[in-house]
């Protein structure tokens, strides 16, 4: 590693988006490419962590040095974050798009057209960022905010609803940043402070924003 900052930590992280399933061959979706969390995962190994990434499906290689566990739907990728933090969790990070609300029933076979209209009866996924949080021994918890209005107070809002130390604010309006592009603009924000990062490629956002974490969390657990 080219850093020693996150030496002996364990970093996990969510991304991507998740598959909720309607019927064999169908499922619901986003459009998150997986981009700012494979990048995060990346620059955290650099810095010397030993690195968990749980992926939903991505068309992204897994970064060297980085073990990952490839999940489709929410439940699965909150298995399997639960899993991954129950040893020992330094640092959580959770860049998935996660999808709200599930098919409340799986058809077993592919549903038929058969009338005009369809309804599909959905209930909610867990809330895997909030529920790391509310663990006894919880990690330095890190989220990400999209948002296209009033972006800072709705992160606020999250940071605060969710118990989580940190959170990234990522206006999705403007369609040079965020989603499926290279390039983000973020502002981070914490209890007591609030940090801007202008625009730059989401690899050197990445590299930045683990170093303002590893700071942060050295300055929080030596409080
Ligand atoms: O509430 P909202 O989905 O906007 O919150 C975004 C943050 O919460 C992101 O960090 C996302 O990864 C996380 N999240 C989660 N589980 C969910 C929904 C969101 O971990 N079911």
Same mark, same amino acid.
């Given at each position: 590693p080219v850093g020693t900052k996150l030496i002996g930590k364990h970093v996990v992280l969510t991304a991507g988006p998740t598959r909720e399933a309607l019927d064999p061959v169908r499922f619901i979706s986003?459009?998150?490419?997986?981009?700012?969390?494979?990048?995060?995962?990346?620059?955290?190994?650099?810095?010397?962590?030993?690195?968990?990434?749980?992926?939903?499906?991505?068309?992204?290689?897994?970064?060297?040095?980085?073990s990952r566990v490839g999940v489709s739907s929410a439940q699965?990728?909150? $298995?399997?974050?639960?899993?991954?933090?129950?040893?020992?969790? %330094?640092i959580f990070i +959770?860049? *998935? #798009?996660?999808?709200?609300?599930?098919?409340?029933?799986?058809?077993?076979?592919?549903?038929?057209?058969?009338? $005009?209209?369809?309804?599909?009866?959905?209930?909610?996924?867990? %809330?895997?960022?909030? +529920?790391? *949080? #509310?663990?006894?021994?919880?990690?330095?918890?890190?989220?990400?905010?999209?948002?296209?209005n009033d972006v800072l107070n709705y992160a606020k809002g999250k940071l605060a609803r969710k118990n989580l130390d940190m959170i990234v604010?990522?206006?999705?309006?403007?369609?040079?940043?965020?989603?499926?592009?290279?390039?983000?603009r973020v502002s981070v924000l914490w209890k007591d402070g609030q940090h801007d990062f202008g625009k730059r490629p989401k690899t050197q956002l990445a590299q930045d924003l683990i170093d303002f974490i590893a700071d942060i969390d050295g300055r929080h657990l030596g409080a």
């Open positions: 986003n459009h998150s490419s997986g981009k700012m969390g494979y990048a995060l995962a990346e620059a955290a190994a650099a810095a010397g962590a030993k690195v968990t990434l749980i992926s939903g499906p991505v068309h992204l290689a897994c970064p060297a040095g980085v699965q990728m909150y $298995d399997a974050v639960m899993s991954a933090v129950q040893k020992q969790c %330094d +959770a860049t *998935a #798009a996660v999808a709200d609300y599930r098919p409340e029933s799986v058809a077993d076979q592919k549903i038929k057209k058969n009338n $005009d209209e369809m309804i599909v009866r959905l209930t909610r996924n867990p %809330d895997i960022v909030a +529920a790391v *949080a #509310a663990l006894p021994e919880k990690p330095f918890t890190v989220g990400f905010a999209a948002e296209t604010a990522n206006d999705v309006s403007d369609l040079s940043i965020g989603f499926n592009s290279d390039s983000n």
